[in-house]
């Protein structure tokens, strides 16, 4: 998927600002912040989106949230709060066709989201 921006990104191929790595996820701060904190969480193996997931990739579903959990701590939103949202298809506003956790923290946030 060389024309896909996050594969690109994991590659090392697209410059942005990586905040943790493993073998299998990648995190970079988000390039149009929506708060103070706001950061992208991906799998380095493309994947269009939650839609696609099977149980087979319950374990990077788990390091993807651990990574979210551990990041909220690294910037110093896991006390104040913090929110994860994924978003797949065109209802949701999906962008990106590459499967990604915002992870977002540092403001009040409103629900429901608009
Ligand atoms: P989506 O709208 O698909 O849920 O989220 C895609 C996110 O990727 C958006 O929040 C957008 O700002 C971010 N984004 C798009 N292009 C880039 C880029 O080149 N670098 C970074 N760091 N973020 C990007
Ligand atoms: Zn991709």
């Known amino acids: 998927m060389q ?12 410059e942005a600002d990586v905040v943790h790595t ?7 701060r988000d390039i149009n912040p929506q708060a103070p904190v ?4 991906i799998p380095k193996e493309h994947l269009e989106s939650a839609r696609i997931l099977r149980d087979k990739h319950r374990d990077l579903l ?6 979210a959990a551990h990041l909220a701590k690294a910037n110093d939103i896991d006390r104040s709060g913090w929110r ?4 797949v298809g065109a209802d ?12 977002l923290g540092g403001r009040r946030m409103e629900w429901p989201p608009g």
Not at 38 to 41: E, G, L, N, P, S
Not at 62 to 67: D, L, N, P, R
Request: proline content about 0%; charged content about 10%.
């Open 3 to 14: 024309e896909c921006l996050f594969c690109q990104i994991a590659a090392g191929d697209v």
């Open 22 to 28: 493993s073998d299998n996820v990648v995190a970079f």
């Open 38 to 41: 706001h950061i992208v969480i």
């Open 62 to 67: 788990a390091e993807m949230y651990t990574a």
């Open 84 to 87: 994860v949202v994924t978003n």
């Open 92 to 103: 949701a506003g999906q962008s990106v066709h590459h499967l990604h956790f915002h992870l």
